[in-house]
Nanobody
Framework: QVQLVESGGGLVQAGESLRLSCAAS????????MGWFRQGPGKEREFVAG????????YFASSVKGRFIISRDNAKNTVNLQMNSLNLDDTAVYYC?????????????????????WGQGTQVTVSS
């Protein structure tokens, strides 16, 4: 059973940075595509960023491109999301997700249904 645990959320001011981490256990992390999604207050969950199993491919939502960086460490079974220049619209619960079915493709999916394991989420609140 694959478990994903997010950490690093918190309260920051607009313009500041925050780094989220997702630790995976119970599976073969090095073969999983990984994604970050978020759900803001009163909004549907949306794709934020993704990285293929090898790290070769990354993809970002247009709203965060140029501000967020996704990376992974297959030796530590972790995926990170560095969030810079945060703004009020980035306030949301951030979820880590794993795609265990695409390997060995380096495809990064933006659709929720392509991810089969999910973490519980971590709250990020950006204040003005």
């Amino acid at each position: 059973q694959v478990q994903l645990v997010e950490s690093g959320g918190g309260l920051v001011q607009a313009g500041e940075s925050l780094r989220l981490s997702c630790a995976a256990s119970g599976g073969t992390f090095s073969t999983y595509g990984m994604g970050w999604f978020r759900q803001g207050p009163g909004k549907e969950r949306e794709f934020v960023a993704g990285i293929s199993y090898s790290g070769r491919t990354t993809y970002f939502a247009s709203s965060v491109k140029g501000r967020f960086i996704i990376s992974r460490d297959n030796a530590k079974n972790t995926v990170n999301l560095q969030m810079n220049s945060l703004n009020l619209d980035d306030t949301a619960v951030y979820y880590c997700a794993a795609d265990s079915r695409s390997y060995p493709s380096n495809t990064v999916w933006t659709q929720e249904e392509e991810y089969d394991y999910w973490g519980q989420g971590t709250q990020v609140t950006v204040s003005s």
